[in-house]
């Protein structure tokens, strides 16, 4: 049978919000302006501020600029399709907003293993702290992941790139996601489901691991401290850094951990509208 390949596709983002559409497109927007801007202050805070200069603020930086690659690739999709009730992209456009989107999802979770190794070697040896994490040690740390992360999610985004889109091409989704790709896509998908499942696991199962086993260290160091003020001061160095872990990792093993027949499209956008913007 002849067939044409799909060369654009159509973004039907929250398609049933009808008339409001207008408030939740202000209040998405004011909270895209306030991540980006936040995020903006952060990075220019710890580059001027000679305080702020330490190994905790430098990978704070770049968990800063890793969310707004994110915010920056998915949102403006997002409010396009509130506005104008869908929103087109090109097949290249598409596979590009993943590819970027994929790639800061692998370097975040390798930046939060960082930041809680940073956390282990600060609480649990503070003696040998200053030496081990100099500046070189620092760098090297904070660019591994950037580097994993534009080469690792090579190997998902090349076999859904060779898709064959056939006939339908609306996405109801506010942005090129794995699973409507997928459910969307004429071809068989089943290898590449079972591959992106099996680089799952080194690439969120090994790094969500590590930061528990950093932890577990760290809290029994904190339970040794005799003072209730110093356990208090200690632990406030990591509380928002388990918050973060427990919100990515949350919403990261919902969408891709989970199979996708055990939940529907609209919980996979109630989520990734979780991950992406609040």
């Known amino acids: 049978m002849n067939q044409t390949r799909v060369m654009e596709f159509i973004l039907l983002g929250f398609g049933n919000l009808h008339s409001f559409s207008i408030v939740f497109f202000i209040l998405f927007l004011i909270i895209f302006l306030s991540t980006v801007l936040g995020n903006l202050l952060i990075i220019l805070l710890v580059s001027t501020n ?3 200069q330490s190994p905790m603020y430098y990978f704070l930086c770049h968990l800063s600029f890793c969310d707004l690659v994110i915010s920056t690739n998915i949102v403006p999709n997002l409010l396009g399709t509130i506005l104008s009730r869908g929103k087109k992209i090109t097949f290249i456009d598409c596979i590009t907003q993943l590819y970027f989107y994929s790639g800061a ?12 190794y940073d956390r282990y070697l600060a609480i649990c040896n503070p003696l040998r702290y ?78 969500c691991g590590f930061i528990i086993g950093s932890y577990v260290y760290i809290f ?50 109630i989520v990734s509208l979780l991950h992406t913007l609040l």
């Open 50 to 52: 000679v305080q702020l």
């Open 105 to 116: 999802i692998v370097t975040e979770c390798f930046l939060l293993s960082v930041m809680s």
């Open 130 to 207: 200053s030496s081990i994490m100099d500046f070189k040690h620092q760098v090297f740390l904070s660019l591994w992941p950037w580097l994993l992360g534009s080469t690792l999610n090579l190997s998902g985004v090349l076999p859904i790139s060779n898709f064959n889109f056939c006939h339908d091409n609306i996405i109801d989704h506010f942005y090129c996601d794995l699973l409507p790709l997928q459910q969307l896509s004429c071809s068989d998908t089943s290898a590449v489901e079972m591959q992106i499942l099996l680089y799952s696991l080194p690439l969120f199962i090994f790094p």
């Open 220 to 269: 029994l160091t904190i339970l040794k401290i005799p003072s209730t003020t110093g356990k208090q001061k200690t632990f406030s160095t990591c509380s928002s850094h388990l918050i973060v872990v427990g919100t990515f990792y949350g919403t990261l093993i919902t969408k891709y951990m989970i199979p996708s027949k055990v939940h529907s499209l609209l919980t996979n956008k």
